[in-house]
């Protein structure tokens, strides 16, 4: 069997709701910013609103009030004082986590007193990502790159491709600065931007099973023995260009003999079908480096009347 996934905190699951009783509560909403008050006192552990799934009123104006204006201090906010007073319950499988629940509620905690305002747990990756988008967002949205790594774009050689490259990038004294991403990480890693400038920056892959080696013995890069931890590990790779331009949509990263193009770029060219598997690699081999990256090479999906 696999491993346990982790619950999110403040999260419980339940297999049935056939006996759940949801208590009618009034409430006062804040007209502007985040802010939900009870009207009345309410008792723990009592179930107060069925969520909407796509999108609740109630819900999404439910403050985060561990939350104190800083995102490096809110796990340590939330360890010494938890000011979370209402969580979910799901009902389905724990082990569904990935797979959206088909019904959810609201449910109290601990007694929340009249007067008082509702707080949930939104986890530091939101405040972390909020944090960052506020201080660097127009410059992003303007089409350039703030002064710390942001996230770019995904390359790979085609459109078919599983090998993609992450790729971030940052604007020094009107310098461009890119880095591979290589390692186990969510993409949004970089809103941690404290621990994203710590990671070690490699000139290629070289040198990065170089470090390995050296720190986990010869061949751990591909090792079984060290495989797993080797994964765990975050490291930056250096793809800036010798003349610190910016990387445009059209641009491509050379590494060895391969050629690594921008997937939104790929993702929008023109699709050549075909009516098997067999056929599209057939023909892909024959192809022309041109043509390759010209087209998105699709199987053509007949649509199957069931009348």
Do not use: C
């Not at 078919?160 to 004294?173: F, P, R």
């Amino acid at each position: 069997m696999g491993n346990k996934p982790s619950i999110p905190k403040h999260t419980r699951y339940i297999e049935s709701d056939e006996n759940i009783v949801v208590l009618n509560v009034e409430f006062e909403i804040k007209q502007t910013g985040l802010g939900v008050i009870s009207k009345q006192f309410i008792p723990a552990n009592t179930i107060i609103r069925k969520l909407d799934l796509f999108g609740d009123e109630l819900y999404d104006k439910i403050n985060d009030l561990n939350y104190t204006g800083d995102a490096n201090k809110y796990l340590s906010n939330v360890d010494s004082e938890d000011k979370t007073n209402v969580g979910i319950v799901k009902v389905g499988n724990e082990m569904e986590i990935f797979e959206l629940p088909k019904v959810i509620y609201l449910e109290t905690l601990r007694d929340i007193e009249s007067g008082e305002e509702l707080s949930r747990f939104y986890n530091e990756d939101f405040w972390f990502e909020k944090e960052f988008n506020n201080k660097y967002g127009q410059v992003i949205k303007s089409g350039d790159l703030p002064e710390v790594y942001t996230y770019v774009d995904s390359f790979r050689e085609t459109i078919h491709s599983s090998n993609v490259l992450q790729i971030y990038g940052k604007k020094i004294d009107d310098k461009y600065y890119y880095v591979q991403l290589m390692g186990n990480t969510k993409i949004n890693f970089y809103h941690k931007v404290n621990q994203f400038n710590e990671l070690n920056i490699f000139a290629n892959l070289i040198e990065l099973e170089d470090y390995l080696d050296k720190k986990y013995g010869p061949e751990s890069f591909r090792s079984v023995e060290h495989q797993q931890e080797v994964l765990k590990l975050v490291y930056l790779i250096d793809r800036t260009k010798s003349d610190y331009s910016k990387y445009e949509p059209e641009d491509y990263i050379q590494i060895d003999n391969s050629k690594y193009y921008s997937v939104s770029n790929l993702n929008s060219r023109p699709k050549k079908y075909f009516s098997s598997n067999k056929e599209l690699v057939e023909a892909y081999k024959t192809a022309t480096e041109e043509e390759k990256q010209m087209y998105s090479w699709e199987i053509k999906r007949e649509t199957i009347s069931l009348e």
